[in-house]
């Protein structure tokens, strides 16, 4: 949905991904090598993508005041984000409190939409830090009728429309505003909501969500999607009986009915995503803020290697 390069659900899947590699891996001489190359990539993975990818209140600002055409290390406006580029909904849509992944950051441009897979996935493989996990469930928690509305959960916020939907979707019958890809409003995704919730030590966001879904779900016939503003409608294309909307259902009700069973889907935070990796000589790897990979000794010359995913 015109989202270009590598948007917020694959950074966060990439994460897992990664995340859940380490531990498959054996550490012995013959995974060692992959465990430190994993284990770099994490790290400028991780700061990437709560650095530049992270917006709250006061980010908004920030950029809201941005300068452009900064150039070297020292810029602050690193994207080079034109400052005008920031919808008018979003400055509506921030609350004080509260935060979110944005779907993707690029040069001179940011998708300022929400996208709910990639920061409910963010939220339970540590890839948002706690207080950013936090500030995401405020943020469910303040535009509650946006993001969830009559059906949870909204796939994105807000929906493309008019002249953007043409341009992007090709005027796509399926992607009009509020339906499908394009802010549809999709049950599937309850387990990932209550997911977040028990892991943020917040169940009754969950369990409103589900009481919400319960309401309609079984009546409907177990939709794919539901169409809408507020997820009122079924979905003009969507399956019934459809197998992900009942099983996100199911999974959801076990979590809260039993939260040991987050211990097999959840990642806890990994504290130690700073190594220092050793080479030959006098020479060794270390990684800067900024995510870079330099070769640091007597006679080094400051080379590196851009490790995140973009």
Known sequence: MGVYGYPIEIQSLFFM??????????????????????????????????????????????????KT??????????????????????????????????????????DFRWFALGNMIAIVSSLATPEQSMAIMDLIEERWEELIGEMPLKICYP???????????????????????????????????????????????????????????????????????????????????QTWSIAGYLVAKMLLEDPSHLGMIALEEDKAMKPVLRSEGTHYLELNEYGQLFTVGIYASMQYCDLTIN
């Not at 012995?28 to 790290?43: Q, W």
Request: glycine share 6%.
């Open 159 to 241: 929906a493309i429309e008019n002249h953007e939907w043409r341009i992007v979707t090709g005027c796509d019958p399926k992607n009009t505003r509020w339906s499908y890809h394009n802010g549809g409003s999709w049950p599937v995704l309850l387990w990932l909501l209550t997911a977040a919730s028990i892991k943020t030590g917040r169940p009754q966001i969950a369990r409103r969500a589900i009481d919400l879904a319960e309401r309609r779900l079984l009546k409907d016939g177990w939709p794919e999607y539901y169409d809408g503003k507020l997820g009122k409608y079924v979905g003009k294309q969507a399956r019934k009986f």
């Open 17 to 66: 991904a990664l995340r859940c590699a380490l531990l498959m891996l054996k550490h012995d001489a013959e995974g060692k090598d992959f465990v430190e190359r994993i284990a770099t990539r994490l790290h400028a993975l991780s700061y990437h993508m709560r650095s530049y990818f992270w917006l709250d209140f006061q980010q908004l600002n920030d950029i809201y005041r941005y």
């Open 69 to 110: 055409e900064e150039y070297s290390h020292t810029a602050v406006n690193k994207f080079n984000v034109i400052p005008d580029s920031i919808p008018d909904w979003l400055f509506d849509f921030m609350p004080c409190e509260g935060g979110f992944f944005v779907g993707n950051v690029s040069p001179a441009r940011m």
